[in-house]
């Protein structure tokens, strides 16, 4: 994975924690979409590190 891509998911994926940190305060249900929508980013930027690797071993 090249540094811009790293770099989008590190900041999506930080700025999906800060809004679950700040919506704990306000809406349960808010926060816990926030918390889902994190770990999808973080589950993806997985996958896609992993698709990234095998093409160039390939």
């Not at 999906?16 to 816990?32: E, K, P």
């Not at 980013?41 to 071993?57: E, M, P, Q, S, W």
Request: no cysteine.
């Amino acid at each position: 994975m090249n540094k811009s891509l790293g770099l989008l998911f590190a900041v999506t994926s930080i700025a999906w924690m800060i809004a679950t940190a700040i919506s704990i305060d306000y809406n349960g249900w808010l926060a816990l979409l926030f918390f889902v929508l994190g770990m999808a980013n973080i589950g993806l930027g997985f996958a896609v590190k992993a698709r990234l690797a095998k093409r160039a071993r390939a």
